[in-house]
């Protein structure tokens, strides 16, 4: 018995050892695309007139670097005419405005001007309340190891309005996101909430809320569906490209990923006793 325990010990070792074989993945490799990260947000009881768009191209799946674009040409310009001018930064794919002028409502026009090509998109600055208060419960969640963040603000009863809810802990990569509107709290209270797992003393909170325009809600509603609506089998369909506002003027089957978007801002930020 104990030489047919050990021989079976054996092979079971042989064959684990033989299934530990490098399989090189052959993945189709797409033409370049331009990316775009044009959010111009205005910060209440600021200026507003410094703002940042970044410009990066797709690369391979395994590749680690984000190839930065370096030689375009991008501006803004507003519906009575004005034009703001992003120079490129010493950063590749930076490009910075120090005298954008941010007016609630405005109507504003991006044009990127890359490899030949003129990549255009218009959207409208919209408002947002003020953050009345941040509430923090402990003991929350399924698990009751959750911390509880309600994020208190309330909406304008004189418009259609739509938000987005960011919640970043300071030592995570990504933020939390929560879009919402105002068809059930017109005029009323509303709140983002979020759980969160695993806070601890000192932690940071940074917590924004942004106003947006109804194409620009709807498009991260999509946006965050596929990002966290898989299950993780290995057969589902795999995501699909979501196209933003920004079309391409010179040849329109050549689109540029991301989206062109203009948000006045609050923002609070807390840290954990």
């Known amino acids: ?83 703001y001018d992003f120079p490129p930064t010493q950063t590749t794919g930076e490009y910075l405005c120090t005298s954008f002028l941010p007016v609630l409502n405005e109507t504003y026009t991006l044009t990127v001007i890359h490899d030949n090509q003129t990549y255009t998109a218009v959207e409208t600055l919209r408002g947002v309340p003020m953050i009345d208060e941040v509430v923090l419960t402990e003991d929350a969640g399924f698990s009751g190891e959750d911390t509880e963040v309600k994020v208190f603000f309330t909406d304008n009863d004189q418009t259609t309005d739509f938000y987005l809810v960011t919640l970043l802990v300071s030592d995570q990569v990504l933020p939390n996101y929560q879009v919402q509107n105002d068809n059930f709290t017109q005029g009323n209270q509303s709140f983002g909430l979020f759980n969160i797992e695993d806070l601890e003393s000192g932690d940071q909170l940074q917590i924004t809320l942004a106003g947006l325009s109804e194409q620009y809600h709807n498009y991260l509603r999509i946006l965050l569906s596929i990002a966290g609506g898989g299950s993780g089998s290995p057969f589902q369909s795999p995501p699909v490209t979501v196209r933003g506002n920004l079309v391409n003027q010179t040849d329109f089957d050549n689109f540029a990923l991301g989206y062109f978007s203009l948000s006045e801002v609050d923002s609070r930020e807390l840290t954990i006793d």
């Open 1 to 83: 018995m104990k030489v047919f325990k050990f021989i079976s010990a054996l092979f079971l070792a042989l064959s684990l050892q033989s299934c530990e074989e490098v399989i090189d993945l052959e993945l189709d490799t797409a033409a370049p695309k331009l990316v775009v990260d044009a959010s111009i947000k205005w910060q209440k009881g600021t200026s507003g007139n410094q703002q940042i768009i970044r410009l990066s191209t797709t690369a391979p799946y395994f590749d680690n670097v984000i190839p930065g674009v370096a030689n375009a040409v991008v501006y803004i310009t507003d519906s009575a005419g004005n034009s």
